[in-house]
């Protein structure tokens, strides 16, 4: 997209367009194309289709915002989805942040969030269309007020008198993801500087970086989203990293769980529960809080799942009650499945090769009834565990 066709969306024609596109389906755009093409330039009508076609990417992000947003294909795509962004801002705002700069801003989607919580932003980013959306953003969503959009190199803007630094550093290059952390644009050691620079600061990683490259005295942070990781976060100026290094969130609810120095509780006979942690208290070496929770162990010093022989209420994982507890064996399974009548099969591994898909197809279920199986490694063989959520 060139930033003169960008702009053009903007015009009131623009506008009319965006609003007949809102809800079409690919099925119509041909013959749609045809008769707008007929009133509007044929440069605005593939814009607007482009855009439109974001827009509705957009919504599962978004949400009702998408259609009065503006987006990149870049920008829907590593964008962070208005449920975490809206969480982050709660914590800045809860740390009596006022005035942010929010650096490698992309579209706008931490700014907006951050202004909504009250925030000043200053949203900088390299990329004059992608200055030009975000600016867009602010306006569409009546937030031009509290946030400034600046065209700049981020490692040139000057953060004396700002009370927090949001970075978020590009994380893919043209050949796909970057691993490195020292490879992001900018790399993770100045991202890091930059967020010491202020009282508060705060710097967005992949959720697989490695324990070890968070910095000392910081607090990580990692987030799910209806139990999916979405990202990790390092926090600077919290106060928690000496005591409590690691966070794991859970969206939505706002359920958060700190911790990460409890040492690995020690694995055992499988009891009547078993527990599945969130991914994020997994990412965020926790399973020793869930377990210290329902006062449980470990299937295996290896796997995060946790067994306990009585059933107590974590929101950090997901409870089943187990019905079997046996070896993993195949036709032994497919026996009990047959006899058992059950046709709906919800299958969960950890440690084990075997895909769900692969077993499903073996298995061959059928009959009204459903049933979840845990496969899992053990010190002492791989098991399969039969139960139901509790």
């Not at 801003?105 to 990329?127: E, K, T």
Request: charged share 25%; net charge negative; aromatic share 6%.
């Amino acid at each position: 997209m060139e930033i003169e066709s960008f702009r053009a969306l903007l015009t009131d024609q623009g506008r009319e367009l965006l609003a007949e596109l809102r809800e079409f389906t690919p099925a119509e755009e041909l013959a749609l194309a045809t008769r707008l093409r007929r009133e509007y330039p044929a440069e605005l009508v593939r814009a607007a289709f482009e855009q439109a076609r974001l827009r509705q990417r957009a919504r599962e992000k978004f949400g009702a915002d998408a259609d009065a947003m503006y987006f990149t294909p870049d920008g829907v795509e590593q964008a962070t989805r208005r449920s975490v962004a809206d969480w982050r801002a709660r914590r800045f705002a809860g740390l009596g942040v006022k005035r942010l700069a929010d650096l490698c801003c992309g579209i706008g989607g931490d700014a907006i969030a951050l202004a909504r919580s009250g925030v000043s932003v200053l949203a900088v980013d390299r990329s004059p269309l992608t200055c030009a959306v975000a600016e867009a953003n602010a306006a569409a969503l009546g937030l031009s007020e509290l946030i400034e959009v600046r065209c700049a190199d981020v490692t040139e803007v000057d953060v004396a008198g700002f009370d927090a630094v949001f970075t978020d550093p590009a994380r893919r290059t043209s050949r796909g993801r970057v691993f490195d952390p020292e490879a992001y644009s900018p790399p993770l050691s100045w991202a890091v500087e930059a967020a010491r620079r202020t009282p508060y600061g705060a710097l967005k990683v992949a959720p697989g970086i490695p324990h070890e490259l968070v910095p000392e005295g910081a607090e990580a942070e990692w987030v799910s989203d209806h139990g999916e990781v979405k990202e990790a976060v390092i926090w600077f100026g919290t106060g928690a990293g000496a005591e409590r290094p690691h966070r794991a969130t859970l969206l939505p609810g706002d359920r958060t769980l700190a911790g990460g120095r409890l040492p690995d509780p020690p694995a055992g006979e499988v009891g009547r529960y078993l527990y599945e942690p969130d991914g994020a208290v997994i990412r965020a070496h926790m399973v020793a809080e869930v377990a210290e929770q329902v006062d449980g162990r470990l299937v295996d010093p290896m796997i995060a799942y946790v067994t306990a022989d009585r059933l107590l209420p974590t929101p950090f994982a997901h409870a089943y009650e187990l019905t079997d507890v046996l070896p993993y064996n195949v036709k032994k399974l497919k026996a009990l499945l047959r006899e058992r009548a059950v046709g709906t099969v919800v299958i969960k591994k950890r440690g084990m090769a075997i895909t769900p898909e692969e077993l499903r197809r073996q298995l061959k279920p059928s009959g009204p009834n459903s049933v979840t199986v845990i496969l899992s490694r053990t010190e002492h063989g791989p098991l399969m565990m039969l139960g139901q959520p509790a």
